[in-house]
């Protein structure tokens, strides 16, 4: 039994499986991140996610292309961050109770669009291959390294990438420091002569980006085949990474990784002689989610304006 979780083979998969199931919480923890750091809370990413997913699956479907899937998933969430702009900078409006509407409308639209264009059969349509997986030369033949971090789709070494440009951003770029101002002091940024609220519109409209980009993911790069519980929680898994990460992208990333390696070994744990219901591995990534919120994400305030509407004084 123990060779089984030791063995070359079971660690390589192993490993390979985490990074690319931790890929798209970190592309929707790093957008809710950006939104978050502006001030504005969207809960509604998970909503996002189920809609992006549908979308870039569509459209993959009906054009062949995984570039416009995920381009079409993206602008698509563009779409629903705008909208929670509008409610929470125009109309400073509830943002948590915004983004549950936002939340819920997604999840049904989502289910309305699939029945209307794939109708109810049982035989769903699906993408004739996933996302394909880009061997970097020479890395990639090392062992257990090499397949999991140097054999893996456009997507996740993208993603990779974005981690440390995304703090770079922050910590050196006047535009990021901008957003950390409109996020911690709205009002001596307005002073400042910053643009709060055109600053908060755009890092919602990256974060609604990210998400859809994300939930495109999930059909074009994991499994292939739409359904709609394809998020899985994705949404609310991204948000506790964002708090336990305590808002900075190499905290999200480890948090991510915790989660993929709970996702990964959920479905591994399957293919072993364990004898284990099913319905026990599938309730791990929940497990997961439940000690991280009780042990790790206690005391994370985040920015100091954060849900906070700003209303410009004329004086």
Partial sequence: MIEQFTSVVFLTGFLASMIRMATPIVIVALGEMVTERSGIMNLGIEGIVWIGAFAGFATTILTGSYIWGFLVGGIVGILFGLIMSVVA??????????????WILCNGLSGLLNRSIFGISTERPTIVATLPTIPIPGLSNIPIIGETLFNQNIIVYLTILAVPLINFFFKEISWGLNIDAVGEQPRAADAAGLRVGVIRTLSACFGGFLAGIGGAYLPLALYSIYTNDISTGLGWMAIVVLVFGKWRPWGILGGALIFGAANALKWRLQNTDLPLPYQITLMLPYLVTLVMVIFFVRGGSGPSALAKPFVRSEN
């Fill in 89 to 102: 900078v125009e109309f400073h409006g509830h943002q948590i109770v915004a983004g549950l509407g936002i």
